[in-house]
């Protein structure tokens, strides 16, 4: 069975920095393209960033463009995505999702939340 | 605002046919694939459709999806109450390098 657990996230100020990171089992890891997609409270999903399985494609959300990296290791089976100059439209659940273009985004985590405040 | 224009909302009895549109243009849903997510509050995404109207294994035949020039619909047969939920579309998007977009949500009520 399919298994994403996130997890990393908490309460950080404004400006602050986080990495959240996602471990997954229960499949081969490495050929899939992986994603993180957030959901601020009572709001509806917002893709994040996306990573190819060679890490030769990476994207980003405009809104995230330099201040949010995706990173993996394939070693690891791990997902990677490391947040700085948090800002408080930040604050949300952030989801780690497997699949690309063909499959879709075809398994989820948990979810991992993360408070941007003060 | 979403790139992807979805209904707020939707509603229907059990046992009836609802359909949830989604709206876009040439460079998501008029050139790629579109996929559907269903969410029951409190929960994680599930995807329901890829590739317009694939079907993963455990989404239930009641579940349908269909794509024309720049729209895509989800209709649901025989509605049930633990069908209640918010349903999201996405697509690819060509525009700006590449990116993902997703509709706002649908929040259906069985009544």
């Known amino acids: 069975e399919v298994h994403l657990v996130e997890s990393g996230g908490g309460l950080v100020k404004p400006g602050g920095s986080l990495r959240l990171s996602c471990g997954a089992s229960?499949?081969?890891?490495?050929?899939?393209?992986m994603n993180w997609v957030r959901q601020a409270p009572g709001k509806g999903l917002e893709w994040v960033s996306s990573?190819?399985?060679?890490?030769?494609?990476?994207y980003y959300a405009d809104s995230m463009k330099g201040r949010f990296t995706i990173s993996r290791d394939n070693a690891k089976n791990s997902l990677y995505l490391q947040m700085n100059s948090l800002r408080a439209d930040d604050t949300a659940v952030y989801y780690c999702?497997?699949?690309?273009?063909?499959?879709?985004?075809?398994?989820w985590g948990q979810g991992t939340l993360v408070t941007v405040s003060s | 605002q979403s790139v992807l224009t979805q209904p707020p909302s939707a509603s229907g009895t059990p046992g009836q046919r609802v359909t949830i549109s989604c709206s876009g243009r040439?460079?998501?849903?008029?050139?790629?694939?579109v996929y559907w997510y269903q969410q029951v509050p409190g929960t994680a995404p599930r995807l329901l459709i890829f590739?317009?109207?694939q079907r993963p294994s455990g989404v239930p035949d009641r579940f349908s999806g269909s794509k024309s020039g720049t729209s895509a619909s989800l209709a649901i047969s025989g509605l049930r109450s633990e069908d209640e939920a918010d349903y999201y579309c996405?697509?690819?998007?060509?525009?700006?390098?590449?990116?993902?977009?997703f509709g706002g949500g649908t929040k259906l009520t069985v009544l």
């Open positions: 040439s460079s998501n849903i008029g050139t790629n694939y």
């Open positions: 996405a697509a690819w998007d060509d525009s700006l390098g590449g990116l993902w977009v």
């Open positions: 590739r317009n109207n």
């Open positions: 229960g499949f081969t890891f490495s050929p899939y393209s």
């Open positions: 999702a497997r699949g690309g273009y063909e499959e879709g985004f075809d398994s």
């Open positions: 990573i190819s399985s060679s890490v030769k494609y990476i």
